[in-house]
Each structure stands twice: as structure tokens, then as C-alpha cells.
């Protein structure tokens, strides 16, 4: 079995050491990759200096690059980001609009940069917005040209405009925990089969 490499991209509004149920979650996620040989790191996009841009280097003191180089070395990108009034976290949305770069970059085989590679979501907060906010990131996602497996979204959404986050959860509701378990194995599943045999070279 072909050993993957995963990253994901933790969009809380939090910096570390601050507790996070989107990293929470995104850990969870990791956790269920390595059951199907996929190692996997935690880059919480905050900690990280990155710039506003849309270009793939946006100069002197952006964190950018060196987290675009993760994402390049990654088989599977996951973007873990908390629900703000309806929406993808500010943070979330500007590491979509750093990865906007990617439409004009290509691979040494002339393909978009991201052709190839797999992007799941990881959706966590306290009020309605998870399909909403699923449904902007998937877009932005395939947009640039990862690939998005079937269900490839878990979330928890706790009680409207409630104080209880998911990380305060006792345990992980079997729904949640049921989900995670279906994105990872669909996950690793598809970038298996991109890893064998990538998209066409466009003409």
C-alpha cells in the first residue's frame, strides 16, 4: 500500500497554545488518515505571518511560501476552519485566496499545481453555517483543482448562539466521530487512485 502524506490547514482565529475545536476536529481527522498509511501534520494558518495576497510569494516576511511548500508535498490537504456568522473563518478564507495563486501555476509536467491532490473539510462551530461554509470552501477548492472525494466533510455544529464548543464535548458524537471515518478512508482512497494515475496534461 502506497504511504500518503497529509497537511492540514487549521483555520481557527485562535493562536497557539490557545485551545481550538477546529484543530481539535482536523487532529481527528489525522487520526483516522493513519489508519489508512497516511502520515499527517497540523499547521494552525494563524501562527504562520501570512500575508493578504493572492500571489504565491507575496515578499519579504510572508509565511506563505514555506506553508505553499507543505501543501505542494502533501497528497491530501484538509481545511479545518470554525463557522463566524454563517461563514468560513477570515483566516480560512485568506489562506482560499493565497491558494487563488495556484490557478497560473503548473506542475513540472505542465498540469495545474494542484491537479492530483485530494482536499477534505474538517467544519466546527456553534451556530448554522456548516453546508454554507462547506459549500464556499469546496468551490474555492475545486476552483484551483484539488479533488474532492464523496462526504468528504465532517462537522459538528453544537446548539445555536450556545456557549458548549466541541472541545468541550465529554465525547465525540458518533456522528461526527461516523463521519471522520467515512472522509478518511474516502480521502485516501481517491488519492491513491491520483497517485497511480494523475489528470491529463491539459491541451
Not at 138 to 148: E, N, R, T
Request: hydrophobic share 40%.
Amino acid at each position: 500500500m502506497t504511504n500518503l502524506h497529509a497537511v492540514a490547514l487549521v483555520c481557527t482565529l485562535t493562536k497557539s497554545p490557545g485551545s481550538s475545536s477546529s484543530q481539535l476536529l482536523a487532529e481527528q481527522v489525522l487520526e483516522q488518515l493513519a489508519e489508512h498509511e497516511c502520515s499527517g501534520e497540523v499547521v494552525r494558518v494563524v501562527d504562520e505571518h501570512i500575508a493578504f495576497g493572492v500571489s504565491a510569494d507575496e515578499g519579504e516576511g510572508d509565511g506563505w511560501p514555506a506553508l505553499r511548500e507543505k501543501v505542494l508535498a502533501a497528497d491530501i490537504v484538509v481545511i479545518a476552519t470554525p463557522i463566524w456568522m454563517g461563514q468560513p473563518s477570515s483566516v480560512c478564507k485568506m489562506a482560499l485566496e493565497r491558494l487563488d495563486a495556484e490557478l497560473s501555476e503548473t506542475d513540472p509536467e505542465g498540469r495545474p499545481s494542484m491537479f492530483g491532490k485530494v482536499a477534505a473539510m474538517a467544519v466546527v462551530g456553534n451556530e448554522d453555517g456548516a453546508h454554507h461554509v462547506t459549500a464556499e470552501v469546496s468551490q474555492a477548492l475545486l476552483d484551483v483543482g484539488f479533488s474532492i472525494p464523496a462526504q468528504a466533510v465532517t462537522y459538528w455544529v453544537g446548539e445555536a448562539m450556545g456557549s458548549t464548543d466541541y472541545q468541550d464535548l465529554d465525547k465525540t458524537p458518533e456522528k461526527t466521530a461516523g463521519t471522520t471515518r467515512t472522509l478518511a478512508a474516502n480521502a485516501a482512497h481517491l488519492a491513491r487512485m491520483l497517485r497511480a494515475a494523475n489528470y491529463p496534461v491539459p491541451t
